[in-house]
């Protein structure tokens, strides 16, 4: 349009915004606590060893090996705030080495290194933190023959357990509304439950012909065997698998001592009974993590002498069990008014939905030619550490890869102590039905036994036996409807009856919300019996 005079007043005025009325909401509120992703972080540091001034001068280290505690191990956590989380903790740090003196004999040095550390963590939501920690390397260097200087990688997991309140729309008050419901699955940590068994065992070595006589080194690992659920509580068999370098003597005449490895397994049962209000649940998938920090093991001299010496295990394993509830919820993700015009927002939530757990074993078996010159007479000792793991989702199976660092400790020919150090790969394969490409896995790796055998002079085979257990995550999306409201009606013009044609992708519900009927009132218009298909011409009377 055109004026050959100057714009009338009435068309400088601009577009009035249509009126909106807030609409009084009806919400159901429920809260739920969930695994969200675990969050990583890695720390490193040098530390100065000394060699104690009992112990002989240092020529050459053989092995090294570490773990650690830390503190806090459970701690809740806030969103969006500048506070750092201060990590504290011990690393115990076991040394072989070989002397500057003319005894061949390995010696041990067991050291303590305290660490300190302030990671930034910023979850999305309220929620409570499981911690833990692994060393992911160890380099070490002899700075002389009274210090050497040790290079660690300490790697920390924070488990977050988000605590979220959900507010589902349910409807106007006073209002009738079609609407359009879907049904959504939430996993919710129910119930945490942890307890202690003591253990105090007693094991002979694998060969009653030797007589311990000192420890040089031990190390733990705990794993489960197998569960049982049951309405009132939750029976735990486990095993902790124990792995000891020691000096024993050989009971022949002038054969003197010897340096042997034992590996020994150790079973337990724990017993956690379930809250009387939480009882006769079905709980979706059920999570155990142990815990053994004061586990130690000593040769126990017995009331006979020393002849019966044998070794002894004590200490507390401990036991986090969390109980998963799955919920099912309708909830209303479109609606609308047959005569108001009715308007609404939507709000976007991801939450994380625990699926299942699988376990499982895998092998490592590596074959290692030794340096040119030197010929092994026997083995000794061999351990491993996990450095890394990956989880990949095939229809059905959660498969497992990584690699561990293993170390086997030889003697040459000449009687001298040698060790040999390599990386090796594993790959295991757990079944679950539910696995799809379409979701995540993590997986806990730890290393039951590692033992070390002779093939010949020239080479030596390492072996690990390592068990996986790997926990299915769903990561969903829910669409919440908010800010319900209620608009001016529009000045277009209403037809009592349209004939429209179905677009692709274009269902009933969407042809019902633009017309403002109902689905029924369409089937019965056109006669309906099944949902039509595109193309469908329909009938839509007012």
């Known amino acids: 349009m055109t004026y050959e005079k100057d714009i009338p007043e009435y068309a400088l005025q601009p577009a009035k915004a249509p009126k909106t009325v807030p609409a009084e909401a009806i919400y159901h509120t429920q809260k739920i606590t969930y695994p969200a992703e675990e969050q990583t972080v890695t720390y490193e540091f040098e530390e100065d060893i000394l060699v104690p001034d009992t112990k002989p001068d240092m020529r050459e280290i053989l092995l090294m090996d570490a773990g650690c505690d830390?503190?806090?191990?459970?701690?809740?956590?806030?969103?969006?705030?500048?506070?750092?989380?201060?990590?504290?903790?011990?690393?115990?740090?076991?040394?072989?080495?070989?002397?500057?003196?003319?005894?061949?004999?390995?010696?041990?040095?067991t050291s303590k290194v305290p660490y300190k550390y302030q990671w930034s963590l910023n979850p999305m939501a309220q929620a409570e933190g499981v911690f833990g920690c692994q060393v992911k390397n160890l380099d070490y260097m002899i700075v002389n023959e009274r210090k050497f200087r040790v290079k660690i990688t300490l790697e920390f997991t924070g488990q977050l357990f988000c605590q979220r309140e959900f507010q589902f729309f349910d409807g106007l008050k006073d209002e009738s509304l079609e609407t359009k419901r879907t049904q959504v699955s939430m996993t919710c940590l129910e119930l945490t439950k942890k307890d202690e068994v003591t253990i105090d065992e007693t094991f002979k070595g694998k060969d009653s012909s030797l007589r311990p006589e000192y420890i040089l080194k031990q190390d733990f690992a705990i794993t489960e065997n197998y569960r049982q659920v049951t309405t009132e509580k939750v029976v735990i068999n486990g095993f902790i698998f124990c792995s000891l370098l020691y000096c024993a003597q050989s009971e022949?005449?002038?054969?003197?001592?010897?340096?042997?490895?034992?590996?020994?397994?150790?079973?337990?049962?724990?017993?956690?009974?379930?809250?009387?209000?939480?009882?006769?649940?079905?709980?979706?998938?059920?999570?155990?993590?142990?815990?053994?920090?004061?586990?130690?093991?000593?040769?126990?001299?017995?009331?006979?002498?020393?002849?019966?010496?044998?070794?002894?295990?004590?200490?507390?394993?401990?036991?986090?069990?969390?109980?998963?509830?799955?919920?099912?919820?309708?909830?209303?993700?479109?609606?609308?008014?047959?005569?108001?015009?009715?308007?609404?927002?939507?709000?976007?939530?991801?939450?994380?939905?625990?699926?299942?757990?699988?376990?499982?074993?895998?092998?490592?078996?590596?074959?290692?030619?030794?340096?040119?010159?030197?010929?092994?007479?026997?083995?000794?000792?061999?351990?491993?550490?996990?450095?890394?793991?990956?989880?990949?989702?095939?229809?059905?199976?959660?498969?497992?890869?990584?690699?561990?660092?293993?170390?086997?400790?030889?003697?040459d020919q000449d009687g001298d102590y040698r060790s040999t150090k390599v990386i090796a790969d594993f790959r295991g394969t757990m079944d679950m039905e539910k696995a799809q490409v379409t979701q995540k896995a993590s997986c806990r790796p730890v290393v039951k036994s590692a033992w070390v055998e002779l093939i010949n002079e020239k080479q030596i085979e390492i072996n690990c036996t390592v068990s996986l257990c790997a926990a299915l995550y769903d990561d969903d999306e829910m669409a919440l409807l908010n800010q319900p409201c209620f608009m001016e009606k529009s000045t277009e013009k209403q037809y009592p009856m349209v004939i429209v044609t179905l677009k692709k992708d274009e269902t009933l519900w969407d042809l019902a919300k633009r017309y403002k009927t109902t689905q029924a009132h369409i089937r019965d218009a056109n006669q309906l019996e099944e949902e039509p298909t595109e193309g469908k011409r329909l009938l839509i009377i007012k």
């Open 252 to 411: 022949e005449e002038g054969s003197g001592s010897v340096i042997c490895q034992h590996n020994q397994r150790i079973e337990f049962t724990q017993f956690v009974a379930i809250d009387k209000e939480q009882r006769g649940k079905n709980w979706t998938a059920v999570k155990t993590s142990f815990s053994g920090k004061n586990l130690t093991v000593s040769i126990d001299r017995g009331e006979e002498g020393e002849d019966e010496a044998q070794f002894r295990i004590k200490g507390d394993v401990q036991t986090r069990v969390e109980l998963y509830e799955m919920r099912q919820k309708d909830i209303i993700v479109d609606a609308y008014h047959l005569d108001k015009n009715f308007q609404f927002q939507k709000a976007k939530e991801q939450v994380s939905n625990l699926a299942g757990e699988a376990m499982a074993e895998t092998e490592v078996r590596e074959i290692i030619s030794l340096p040119e010159g030197i010929k092994a007479a026997e083995t000794v000792y061999c351990t491993g550490t996990v450095q890394e793991c990956s989880c990949s989702l095939e229809r059905g199976r959660i498969i497992a890869t990584g690699s561990i660092t293993c170390c086997a400790l030889w003697k």
């Open 70 to 109: 830390i503190m806090p191990t459970e701690k809740k956590v806030s969103p969006k705030t500048d506070d750092l989380l201060n990590i504290t903790g011990t690393l115990t740090i076991q040394t072989i080495y070989a002397a500057e003196s003319e005894e061949k004999e390995p010696i041990s040095i």
